[in-house]
């Protein structure tokens, strides 16, 4: 069974920064698209960044147009662990972080598991 289990969410000034981490079990990771969504109150989910293997050792790096620059996605495969680098946070980035697994169709990131999500606030 698939488990996703997110950590460093907080509360942080605005300009302040966050790394939030997903650690993942439950099937092979190195080749696993994994992506990072956020949701918040009142508004619907909406993808945020993803990582995808490409070939041994290389993966594309995906983000919502509006979040590049400030949002860095990484990986680290030994440990079964990808993680949002969060900079310059802005009050509209407040919002509950998810991970998650699936794919890309062409177009969009398709989840298939979640984790539970962690809380970022941004006070201003």
């Known amino acids: 069974q698939v488990q996703l289990v997110e950590s460093g969410g907080g509360l942080v000034q605005t300009g302040g920064s966050l790394r939030l981490s997903c650690a993942a079990s439950?099937?092979?990771?190195?080749?696993?698209?994994m992506g990072w969504f956020r949701q918040a109150p009142g508004k619907e989910r909406e993808f945020v960044a993803s990582?995808?293997?490409?070939?041994?050792?290389?993966?594309?790096?995906d983000y919502s147009t509006s979040l590049k620059g400030r949002f860095t996605a990484s990986r680290d495969n030994a440990k079964n662990t990808v993680y949002l680098q969060m900079n310059s946070l802005k009050p509209e980035d407040t919002a509950v972080y998810y991970c998650?697994?699936?794919?890309?169709?062409?177009?969009?990131?398709?989840?298939?598991?979640w984790g539970q999500g962690t809380q970022v606030t941004v006070s201003s």
């Open positions: 990582t995808r293997w490409s070939s041994p050792g290389v993966y594309y790096i």
């Open positions: 998650a697994t699936g794919q890309w169709d062409g177009k969009n990131f398709i989840a298939d598991y």
């Open positions: 439950g099937r092979p990771f190195s080749t696993v698209a």
